[in-house]
């Protein structure tokens, strides 16, 4: 049973920076394409950033320039690199593991940014 665990979420002013920590454990880390989503309140959930066991990177075009996706295959975590932080970022920020062959889909808990002056 894959299990993952997000972190570094928290309170931050517009302009500001943070980084997002996730760690996977239970499964063939290789396996997975990794990625972040993340939910507004009374907002659907929206793909963030995606990457690949090759490095390949997506990303969602408002965060584009400002958001860095990348992952440490050796410590099993993906981290996402948040710069130029704006209001409009606040959202609980959720991890996944997407099964390259199944494509079935692991999620962690969740980790709120808040963004506040």
């Known amino acids: 049973q894959v299990q993952i665990v997000e972190s570094g979420g928290g309170l931050v002013e517009p302009g500001g920076s943070l980084r997002l920590s996730c760690g996977v454990s239970g499964g063939i880390f290789s396996l997975y394409t990794m990625g972040w989503y993340r939910q507004a309140p009374n907002k659907e959930r929206e793909l963030v950033a995606t990457?690949?066991?090759?490095?390949?990177?997506q990303y969602l075009d408002s965060v584009r320039g400002r958001f860095t996706i990348s992952r440490d295959n050796i410590k099993n975590t993906i981290y996402l690199q948040m710069s130029s932080l704006k209001p409009e970022d606040t959202a609980v920020y959720f991890c996944?593991?997407?099964?390259?062959?199944?494509?079935?889909?692991?999620w962690g808990q969740g980790t709120q940014v808040t963004l506040s002056s």
């Open positions: 990457i690949t066991n090759g490095g390949t990177t």
């Open positions: 996944s593991a997407r099964h390259i062959i199944t494509s079935y889909t692991y």
